[in-house]
């Protein structure tokens, strides 16, 4: 039968193109639990060598300190302007309402080099020295068209009738916003934080641009590591990150379905 | 209704103030930089002269890592839209209940760090990485194959980032695909093969298209993988720019080199925004 052929070869296609995105994972994962000297093959065994050395690395330790302030942050005022934004989007009418809204997309398109050099050259200008604060707003304007997107999307199910519906029962402005928008938006909010944290804990190109030798993130770290070659500490670094990265929304996935359940 | 018309420029504020205080003006200020002058001692000069570009356009070095930054955009894209569409195609047609875990796990790279999984090529293309190693090892080879620091290992590196990008958005068009159209056209005597090429493909081009306009502007731009995957040879034009603003401190040329770049990107989604329209884009990015 030649429908089967062709769809077990549709099947076995698909599965090669997996096994190209996951080889490189899965290469780092295994290599770095490798006790070997230098990180590659062959495999010598299991060891937990390079980890502990990993614990060890004081300006890593550091960079994730940075990173993880640095995401936090960009995920707090990236999706309190975002969700402002989206709720202007969706909920009202008004002149030049698409432009505006692929205007603030339109980063998405812009090569981040470029958002680099602008930020950069308008400090300069500005005379102000390279910071963390350039980071943080660096990176905002780096996250905010994906928190516009994603929120846009969760909310269009929100009814605006809901709302109404507690202001004709009697809320007032505040008990509404409390009791109906706050919780209705939650999973919303959740989303946009996940997505900026992980953007920014994730960003090399821009960040590379803005970052200085006193707040590296990790991925700056990782580059800067990778100008010697590839260390074994760098795999489990990159293992450590691969954990992480998973690991952060399965958990938010997590609590917000127990969150909604608790209501 | 209450009339209300500011609020909507109330909640759109921070977000419009933002995008135009740190993008909007210092994109300009690229392009006002890129007509100064840099003096001999490194300092910048206020000047309005086409220096700048003339320079880059000067010899054939410049711009030949502009043709090259084309060049590879094209071939990842061409890369893409093969390794792509049959994963699309198959996540559409498939009615195995393991479905939305097989998409979610396409995109789980974009959450894996793009420095680690762009540093991992090395791991496998590397003289003592999976490949050669295992090559070696089982005698089909007897010294390392050079598969590292060429176009071929940037492209592996660009292709295991763009992706997922353009599956989601062939999948996403594939999906807005009546399925009884399929039927009919099966019904009225297709074969398989007809009904995909008279009706599924034609109505996933907007995808495709969609799919090929973000991989080419990503590649474009891009600047990891020809540094950690490429040799001297494969330099793009991101390279250049971090070359001459942090690594020489010549603003004012890495403005004009930017201007360029950011100029052929608008030249080419203005044109694809003309012809087939920009929204599509983003309306996939949104299923993520």
């Given at each position: 039968m030649p429908k089967v052929t062709?769809?077990?070869?549709?099947?076995?296609?698909?599965?090669?193109?997996?096994?190209?995105?996951?080889?490189?994972?899965?290469?780092?994962?295994?290599?770095?639990?490798?006790?070997?000297?230098?990180?590659?093959?062959p495999l010598k065994g299991f060891s937990l060598r390079w980890f502990v050395k990993l614990a060890q690395n004081e300006t890593i330790l550091i960079a994730f300190k940075n990173s993880l302030i640095l995401g936090s942050l960009t995920a707090v005022v990236s999706t309190a302007i975002g969700i402002m934004a989206s709720m202007a989007f969706v909920r009202y009418n008004f002149p030049g309402k698409n432009t505006l809204n692929t205007l603030l997309l339109a980063p998405i398109m812009i090569p981040e080099v470029i958002l680099g050099v602008a930020l950069l050259l308008f400090i300069r200008w500005?005379?102000?020295?390279?910071?963390?604060?350039?980071?943080?707003?660096?990176?905002?304007?780096?996250?905010?068209?994906y928190v516009?997107?994603?929120?846009?999307?969760?909310?269009?199910?929100i009814k605006k009738e809901y709302e109404e519906a507690a202001q004709s029962l009697g809320a007032n402005a505040l008990q509404t916003f409390k009791e109906v928008t706050l919780p209705l938006l939650t999973p919303a909010i959740l989303a946009g934080m996940l997505f900026s944290f992980t953007i920014s804990f994730d960003d090399i190109t821009a960040t590379l641009f803005w970052a200085t030798a006193q707040n590296q993130t990790v991925p700056v770290k990782i580059f800067g590591m990778l100008r010697n070659s590839i260390s074994p500490e760098i795999n489990a670094l990159g293992t450590v990150m691969i954990v992480l990265t998973i690991a952060t929304p399965l958990l938010a996935g997590y609590l917000s379905r127990k969150l909604s359940r608790d209501r | 209704m209450r009339p209300k018309s500011w609020k909507p420029w109330a909640l759109l504020s921070p977000a419009l103030s933002a995008v135009f205080l740190l993008l909007v003006v210092p994109v300009c200020f690229i392009v006002v930089y890129s007509f100064w002058l840099r003096s001999p001692t490194g300092a910048d000069i206020v000047a309005f002269q086409f220096g700048n570009y003339t320079k880059f356009f000067a010899d054939f070095f410049y711009p030949s890592i502009l043709l090259r930054t084309i060049r590879v955009s094209l071939e990842s894209v061409v890369l893409c839209l093969v390794m792509g569409y049959i994963p699309a195609y198959f996540f559409y047609r498939s009615e195995t209940r393991f479905k939305a875990v097989l998409l979610l796990l396409i995109m789980l790279p974009f959450w894996i760090s793009f420095i680690i999984r762009t540093m991992s090529w090395i791991n496998i293309l590397g003289d003592t990485g999976l490949i050669n190693h295992y090559l070696i090892k089982f005698g089909f080879l007897s010294k390392p194959l050079g598969m590292l620091y060429n176009e071929g290992s940037v492209l592996m590196g660009l292709i295991q980032y763009l992706l997922p990008f353009m599956i989601l958005n062939i999948y996403v068009s594939l999906e807005?695909?009546?399925?009884?159209?399929?039927?009919?056209?099966?019904?009225?005597?297709?074969?398989e093969w007809q009904a995909f090429k008279e009706v599924t493909l034609p109505l996933s081009l907007p995808g495709v298209s969609?799919?090929?306009?973000?991989?080419?502007?990503?590649?474009?731009?891009?600047?990891?993988?020809?540094?950690?995957?490429?040799?001297?040879?494969?330099?793009?034009?991101?390279?250049?720019?971090?070359?001459?603003?942090?690594?020489?401190?010549?603003?004012?040329?890495?403005s004009a080199i930017s201007v360029i770049l950011l100029g052929l990107l608008l030249i080419i989604v203005w044109t694809y925004n003309r012809y087939l329209g920009i929204n599509q884009i983003f309306k996939s990015l949104q299923g993520e």
């Open positions: 062709g769809w077990s070869l549709i099947r076995i296609y698909t599965i090669l193109v997996y096994v190209f995105m996951f080889a490189p994972i899965v290469v780092v994962i295994v290599l770095s639990f490798n006790p070997q000297q230098f990180g590659s093959f500005l005379q102000q020295p390279k910071s963390f604060a350039l980071l943080v707003i660096g990176h905002v304007v780096l996250t905010l068209p516009l997107l994603i929120v846009q999307a969760r909310l269009g199910g | 807005g695909i009546d399925k009884s159209l399929l039927e009919a056209a099966r019904s009225m005597g297709c074969t969609a799919g090929c306009l973000l991989v080419f502007v990503l590649t474009a731009g891009t600047y990891l993988p020809p540094m950690i995957l490429g040799g001297p040879k494969n330099e793009m034009i991101a390279n250049m720019i971090f070359k001459r603003v942090i690594g020489t401190l010549d603003w004012p040329f890495g």
